[in-house]
Nanobody
Framework: QVQLVESGGGLVQAGGSLRLSCAAS????????MGWFRQLPGKEREFVGT????????YYADSVKGRFTISRDSAKNMVYLQMNSLKSEDTAVYYC????????????????WGKGTQVTVSS
């Protein structure tokens, strides 16, 4: 099984950018499609986007489309979430996850999760 660790979260002003990283260990991350989710306290974990095993296909939630970009570096066993034009409503804990499914947009399709990294956008 793969182990995942997110990093790169922090406090940023609205309109700013952050890049989150997800480091994979154990099984190669290239074995999985990878996704990003986010969650506010008391709310359901929300799909942000996913990237295919090859990195050739990405899919995003409408709320982040055009602002967020997922990429992966299989040689480094890393997955990234570049977040631009951040809004206060992007404030959440962000999770990296691994799935055996293609284009997995539902959290139950994911078999491994990181512990999350906090992103706070101040308005």
């Amino acid at each position: 099984q793969v182990q995942l660790v997110e990093s790169g979260g922090g406090l940023v002003q609205a309109g700013g950018s952050l890049r989150l990283s997800c480091a994979a260990s154990g099984r190669p991350a290239s074995s999985y499609s990878m996704g990003w989710f986010r969650q506010l306290p008391g709310k359901e974990r929300e799909f942000v986007g996913t990237i295919s095993r090859s990195g050739g296909n990405t899919y995003y939630a409408d709320s982040v489309k055009g602002r967020f970009t997922i990429s992966r570096d299989s040689a480094k066993n890393m997955v990234y979430l570049q977040m631009n034009s951040l809004k206060s409503e992007d404030t959440a804990v962000y999770y990296c996850a691994a799935s055996w499914s293609s284009r997995a947009e539902v959290k139950d399709q994911y078999v491994a999760w990181g512990k999350g990294t906090q992103v706070t956008v101040s308005s």
